[in-house]
């Protein structure tokens, strides 16, 4: 009944193809570890080295046994203990006291340290590959697949709505609608869409609701879709819009439009539900008369959606159910938990509401 | 037939100078690695020479003699030697480029044979 596409992931990467790619960037991974290996010998002999530098000019003349051929020694003074050939390079050498050769091999030990911190970091990144390439090969041996399912809007059975979870749901979504009609209501008592709200905190709770507003809007659409006015149908398309931007203002509008006449249609108690939202955003509460009456005006001609409206409001709770699949908007909703319960505390018996207060735990 | 023939044997004659030029390219990459290197480590002995006093002594190898040099001398021959280094590198580049084009281009030239092959023999098989 859903429209969906199952792709297994093995189809997509080859789990012996994954598997091979990580073989290889290990296989990269094992050079580069070598050559850090062979730079950090280099750096240990620089060390030993310049401490060999440091005590050298200690003595006059050192008493050395100095070697003769293969397999010979005899015994020598080593003389002239401050003076250094340094090799500088490209068979340049220098001569330098003890001090200036420790201070060319400081140089070149920096140098070879910028070295082996670049590898280093290679190593990092082509380890991530691998750790990457491998988990893709178990995954595409386990048999995981990747669903895609076109989001469907579906009429669905009204028992539903029983569970606990599913009554936070619906409370939490019916208040969202309630915060959606204010946001309708301030928008068109201004006709402009910025210039509205003079606190800008109000705006950012508007904001809020409308970003996480995405799946609410569907089941508005949702609901109206059953209802037999015309006019609703072609808000779909326009939702669908509305959920990709979540902050598009002009379709949103014209949806809140529908919202706001359905719930007035439903019961005057809206515009009492309005003013706990007005409470916090004081700007809106002048809109919300002026919408009102648009509402009612609307509300003669749309008079089939009252009837619809139980339907819907059961529907608010059977939607739910649905609505788990999009589980990051429901991330954002949190916030509005929070805000619509403690709205819904002060709610006053309001036919929507009161169902959803039913509904609720 | 002959004429399947006649483009198969083209089509090897592209083949070999494919592979002449990607061994070109090969040796494009080493000789330009040596360069790099070079540059690279002459850069250093510069910065080291800049360092160093004026009366410093600077001695050169050549092969088993260890000459002493001039500073200033041995300023300006690692200086040299740096401006030839990056003049070779360039070349180099250039030729590489050239090298790349002519390789895409004898790819593009073999794909369209082996589909001229594969359409004939096709037509072959059919009739």
């Not at chain 1, 399912?149 to 669905?156: G, K, L, T």
């Not at chain 1, 916090?280 to 009837?307: E, F, L, P, Q, R």
């Amino acid at each position: 009944m859903v429209k969906g596409t199952v792709t297994s992931l093995s189809s997509i990467f080859a789990p012996d193809d994954a598997l091979k790619a990580s073989v290889h960037v290990q296989e990269v991974i094992s050079q580069r570890q070598k050559e850090v290996q062979q730079l950090q010998a280099f750096l240990n002999d620089n060390t030993s080295l310049v401490n060999l530098l440091k005590k050298l000019p200690d003595q006059l003349h050192h008493d050395i046994m100095v070697p003769f051929g293969k397999a010979a020694f005899f015994p020598g003074k080593l003389i002239h203990t401050n003076e250094f050939m340094v090799l500088l390079g490209e068979g340049y050498y220098a001569e330098r006291t003890s001090k200036q050769t420790v201070e060319i091999l400081k140089r070149r030990g920096k140098g070879l340290d910028s070295q082996i911190e670049s590898l280093n970091a290679v190593i990092k990144d082509l380890k991530f590959e691998t750790s990457f390439f491998d988990e893709t090969a178990t995954e595409a041996a386990e048999g995981i697949v990747e669903i895609r399912e076109d989001y469907v809007e579906e009429a669905f059975d009204e028992d539903k709505a029983t569970t606990s979870g599913q009554d936070d749901f619906a409370s939490i979504l019916s208040r969202i609608d309630q915060l959606e009609k204010e946001e309708l209501e301030s928008e068109l008592a201004e006709e402009g869409e910025e210039k509205d709200e003079a606190d800008i905190e109000p705006e950012f709770r508007n904001l809020e609701i409308k970003e996480s507003l995405d799946i609410p809007v569907y089941r508005d659409s949702h609901i109206k879709v059953p209802t037999p006015s015309g006019s609703n149908t072609p808000m779909r398309p326009v939702d669908h819009n509305i959920s990709k931007e979540g902050l598009s203002r002009a379709p949103m509008s014209r949806d809140e439009v529908e919202v706001s006449t359905l719930a007035s249609t439903s019961s005057s108690s809206n515009v009492s539900s309005k003013t706990r939202v007005a409470a916090s955003s004081s700007s809106n509460a002048s809109s919300k008369t002026s919408v009102a009456a648009s509402g009612s005006s609307n509300a003669s001609s749309k008079t089939s959606v009252a009837a619809s409206m139980s339907k819907e409001v059961s529907n608010f709770g059977s939607r739910s159910s649905n609505d788990k699949a999009f589980t990051g908007s429901i991330v954002e909703r949190t916030h509005n938990i929070e805000n619509s319960q403690k709205g819904q505390t002060s709610a006053p018996a309001s036919k929507p509401v009161s169902r959803f207060k039913l509904q609720r735990k | 037939m002959a004429a399947v023939r006649e483009l198969q044997k083209d089509l090897e004659a592209k083949a070999n100078d494919l592979s002449k030029i990607q061994k070109d390219i090969s040796k494009n990459h080493q000789v330009r690695k040596k360069y790099t290197i070079q540059l690279g480590e002459n850069e250093l002995v510069l910065k080291e020479l800049d360092l160093l006093n004026d009366d410093a002594n600077v001695y050169k190898l050549i092969g088993p003699v260890l000459v002493k040099q001039d500073l200033a001398e041995a300023n300006a021959n690692v200086r040299k030697r740096i401006e030839y280094i990056s003049a070779e590198l360039k070349r180099l580049d250039s030729t590489l480029q050239d090298l790349e084009e002519k390789q895409n281009s004898k790819k593009e030239a073999m794909f369209k044979l082996q589909q001229r092959i594969q359409s004939l023999q096709a037509g072959k098989d059919k009739a």
